[in-house]
């Protein structure tokens, strides 16, 4: 007889091998057949509901792995919701207005110039709808699962109707206004920007210090006397009004050479070295309050340039004595207000210096700079110039410089509810926590947010002058276009005259003739995707206000999360969030940004074409995503290592599964030998501590305890003992059916376990569990820990036993080391274990199986242990070859084998089994 046959060798179809690029796809198409996320709906309807809400990814693009990132940590997060006692639904959304997407068109050769806005706007909206069918595929192949075919997209009709509708209740509130203040100014996008669309990077900048003559000095100055300023943007001296000094600082009038300076004291040291003043004279000193209205003048032009106070001067760098434009800078402007200045800004939208800079209008503003710094040189005002390398502000989109210019613009009032916002912060759950600290200290410290726009592609203002230029806003007019931009979309406002547009039957005494214009600038995309807590969250049926969670990137509390508790606090007094979960951005090995201009970038497209895309999802799991996540082909190597080990683990559970039936099998858990309880106990701890990381949102910690149980309590102990009486019991002994019985549900519950963060592998051995079960393991619920008594003693008692089993296998390594064994099987050991672990052991059966060696014996107890014992912490071990002949079937050796005549080359109980079973 071949023994081999009596075996109850492993047996399943389930592949070793996962070849995921292949199969996840059949598996989606599984999936959309069945419409499992409308009966993931449906099963957990009348619970609870747990409402992610889907910050818009923008519609330009292929998804790069930062996107993967993101949309699988919802995912992980809406799964495990589904499978905890919610009803989680997940509607993705899309930003789909802003300046890329015009961008992107001009790069395609269309020609603007050359169509109405209405007819390029249309464009525009084919090229996102592209872009979103293009993400979406994109998105689901990452397993991400959702209502992708109700997404929530932007330029919907019915979405910016409600956006229209926040608009204009924040109008009613007085928190919309329209104001000439001086704002960020993209030359290259010719729009004005929000602080959010802001980004600094370094530039270099000519550095000049220039000499202002005084006129009058209000009998505080000589008149022979010269102000010093420094600025790094000379091309704004054309527009240069005043001179601002700090009322408390203390001045002086320094001689040089002859000539005499104002200076800021404190100033003084570094300048001498600067300017090569080798022996600058103090004449006087003044506060700076004493030099209120002083007049200078310009170094060009005739015209004044009035000395004014402001607290916003310090002593960092420069001269003490700032060069005051009001048209190009914010504390500028309002110190210039405040002393009635003009607001002069002599450069157009596209960044070109205008007319009222005479000798350099038609030049780019950062083209003046070298013209002007010559006027400067020329007339004498010039005492240095030298070029610095600083932090400047710069478009987010375009990459390119901003200046600050001075324009009529649209604002929303931050500081008419500040506080309110401030205090809705304080009621929101953070992960991690400083993000409370960084969107409070951005909201405490933002000024007005500049709504407006002055492009195409977005949605419009809802706002009408009348003939004397008053605008006109109110309830009735807003509720007017908010109902036509439902029922056409927001094209109209390009389309249509201001008379269809307007209430049938509209007066206004400001428009005598009944003529009016409409605003022509559009909302800043932050508005857009900001009220989608009004146009999703209040809307959508299945979904509710305030959501549970919003999770997006850490660049988004500047953006996202920002504009959308701005508008909803000023709506309905609310954060439109329970809770914000940021992560940060994927870098390389070396700790830098992904940039394509770097070359470091990884793209999970072709990640999912050569590993799969589990093997994205179980990367996401196992790293920090609080805090910067590095993704490298080797990090995926090894990640690809980790979910290799938790296949075979599982193929391994399945395939000695084989002919076992839960509904026939399963044995009760008070019957199981204590082993398998401890096990069973082990797995509680599993299920309770992933349940919990679960909850808290902690994915690295389900991946490491489900990473190191299948290697270390599954592979590495209980199925390593397990295999003997697996494969050489009778198929239907106790000891092996309980062994089953504990496989069959430490699988039922991994499977339920990892499906959040690797759906596809999960589905698939799904498919292979024996007994009766769910259509998918994503539609049933997590797996609760089960009743054993005294868990905790067991726990305490195996885990000593484990301790003692650790020594064993130690000892046994080193034979093998010193080649006295090969395998363990062919090891006798004699333990001398401490007087408690003796206890222990003399009541435990089946040691030898225990520690996977031909025979175990007791000796004395740790004291009493020979020399040649090895001597751990637990017990003293001696290693011996074992004496007898080796079981051809089991492999185990014993001076017992041979005992039955009929089976000269098995052990008994071997014998015992075939002759019952076999022969």
């Not at 998105?139 to 956006?163: C, H, M, S």
């Not at 928190?175 to 704002?183: A, L, M």
């Not at 559970?653 to 858990?669: I, R, S």
């Not at 185990?892 to 084998?897: C, P």
Request: net charge negative; aromatic share 10%.
């Amino acid at each position: 007889m071949d023994f081999k046959e009596t075996l109850l060798m492993p047996k399943t179809d389930f592949p070793m091998r996962g070849n995921l690029p292949n199969k996840e796809p059949v598996l989606q198409a599984e999936w959309d057949a069945a419409n499992v996320y409308k009966k993931s709906l449906e099963r957990t309807e009348g619970r609870p509901k747990f409402v992610l809400h889907d910050g818009p990814p923008y519609a330009n693009g292929d998804i790069h792995i930062g996107h993967a990132e993101n949309k699988v940590l919802k995912d992980m997060i809406v799964r495990s919701r589904s499978m905890m006692g919610y009803q989680a639904p997940y509607v993705p959304g899309w930003d789909t207005h802003g300046l890329p997407i015009e961008q992107a068109l001009t790069k395609k050769g269309v020609d603007r110039k050359k169509m109405t806005v209405a007819e390029f706007r249309e464009l525009c909206k084919n090229y996102a709808y592209e872009q979103i069918d293009r993400q979406r595929s994109q998105f689901k192949r990452l397993g991400v699962r959702g209502d992708w075919e109700n997404p929530y997209i932007t330029l919907l009709p019915e979405y910016e109707a409600a956006q229209i509708r926040v608009f204009g209740e924040m109008a009613r509130r007085g928190y919309i206004y329209k104001d000439k203040k001086t704002v960020y100014w993209s030359p290259t996008s010719e729009s004005a920007l929000a602080e959010a669309e802001i980004e600094y990077k370094d530039k270099k900048s000519p550095s000049i210090y220039v000499a202002f003559n005084v006129k009058d000095g209000k009998g505080v100055l000589p008149e022979d006397a010269k102000i010093v300023i420094w600025t790094t943007t000379p091309w704004t001296i054309p527009a240069n009004l005043g001179i601002c000094v700090h009322p408390e600082y203390t001045y002086v009038l320094v001689n040089v050479d002859g000539q005499k300076y104002v200076v800021a004291e404190e100033l003084l040291e570094p300048l001498k070295a600067k300017l090569d003043w080798s022996n600058p004279q103090i004449e006087q000193r003044f506060k700076g309050q004493d030099l209120e209205y002083v007049v200078c003048r310009h170094p060009f032009y005739d015209r004044d340039s009035l000395v004014i106070l402001g607290d916003h001067v310090t002593l960092d760098a420069g001269t003490g004595c700032v060069h005051t434009a009001p048209g190009h800078g914010e504390d500028d402007f309002n110190v210039g207000k405040k002393y009635g200045l003009d607001i002069l800004c002599p450069v157009d939208e596209k960044g070109v210096m205008t007319e009222e800079a005479p000798g350099f209008e038609g030049l780019f503003y950062d083209k003046a700079n070298k013209p002007i710094t010559e006027k400067l040189e020329e007339v004498g005002a010039l005492l240095k110039l030298e070029f610095i390398t600083h932090s400047y502000p710069h478009d987010w989109r375009t990459k390119k410089p901003v200046i600050f210019r001075a324009t009529e613009q649209w604002f929303a009032s931050i500081k008419d509810f500040r506080e309110e916002i401030l205090k809705a912060i304080e009621e929101v759950e953070w992960k991690p926590k400083w993000g409370e600290v960084r969107l409070h200290n951005m909201i405490r410290d933002r000024e007005d947010w500049c709504i407006s726009r002055q492009r195409v592609w977005g949605v419009p203002i809802p706002v009408f002058y009348a003939e004397d230029g008053t605008p006109i806003l109110t309830p009735e007019t807003i509720d007017h276009i908010a109902n036509l931009f439902a029922k056409h979309g927001s094209n109209i406002w390009f389309d249509w005259d201001e008379k269809d547009l307007l209430p049938e039957g509209f007066t206004s005494p400001h428009s005598p003739n009944g003529i009016f214009r409409k605003e022509t600038d559009i909302m800043d995309v932050w508005f857009d995707s900001g009220s989608s807590h009004a146009a999703v969250l209040a809307q959508r049926e299945e979904l509710k206000r305030p959501a549970d969670l919003y999770l997006e990137g850490s660049d988004q509390y500047r953006g996202w999360f920002n504009s959308s508790i701005i508008t909803a606090v000023a709506t309905t007094g609310h954060a439109p969030y329970k809770g914000i979960l940021s992560h940060g951005f994927t870098i390389d090995s070396e700790g830098h940004k992904m940039s394509k201009s770097l070359g470091n970038v990884i793209d999970p497209l072709k990640v999912i074409q050569t590993l799969g895309a589990d093997i994205i999802r179980l990367w996401v799991a196992s790293v920090d995503y609080t805090a910067d996540a590095p993704v490298t082909d080797d990090i995926l190597k090894q990640v690809s290592e980790v979910y290799r080990k938790i296949r075979n683990t599982i193929r391994f559970m399945l395939g000695n599964l084989h002919g076992f039936d839960p509904g026939k099998h399963l044995v009760a858990t008070e019957e199981l030998p204590e082993l398998d309880r401890y096990m069973m106990a082990r797995l509680n701890e599993l299920i309770e501590k992933v349940l919990t990381a679960y909850n808290e949102y902690e994915f690295i910690t389900v991946y490491n305890a489900i990473h190191n149980y299948c290697t270390v309590e599954l592979s590495a102990f209980y199925l390593d003992i397990a295999k003997d009486a697996l494969y050489t019991d009778p198929e239907n002994s106790h000891r092996r059916r309980s062994i089953q019985t504990v496989l069959y549900k430490t699988l039922v519950a991994l499977l339920k376990m990892l499906s959040p963060v690797i759906p596809h592998t999960t589905e698939e051995a799904w498919k292979y569990l024996p007994g009766e079960k769910a259509e998918f393991v994503q539609l049933t619920d997590m797996p609760e820990p089960e009743a054993i008594d005294d868990q905790d003693a067991l726990v305490k008692k195996w885990n000593q036993i484990m301790a003692i089993r650790d020594d064993v296998l130690k000892a046994l390594e080193e034979a093998r080391n010193e080649k006295m064994i090969g395998k363990s099987l062919e090891a006798a050991v004699i333990l001398y274990p401490t007087e408690e672990n003796r206890t222990l052991l003399e009541h435990l059966p089946d040691l030898d199986k225990l520690f996977i060696v031909s025979k175990v014996t007791l000796g004395g107890t740790l004291n009493d242990a020979p020399e040649n014992a090895r001597k751990y912490r637990e017990t003293g071990v001696v290693v011996e070859v074992a004496p007898g002949e080796k079981c051809e079937r089991c492999w185990v050796i014993s001076t017992d084998v041979g005992q039955d005549p009929d089976y000269p080359t098995l052990c008994p109980s071997c014998a015992d089994t075939v002759k019952k079973y076999y022969a």
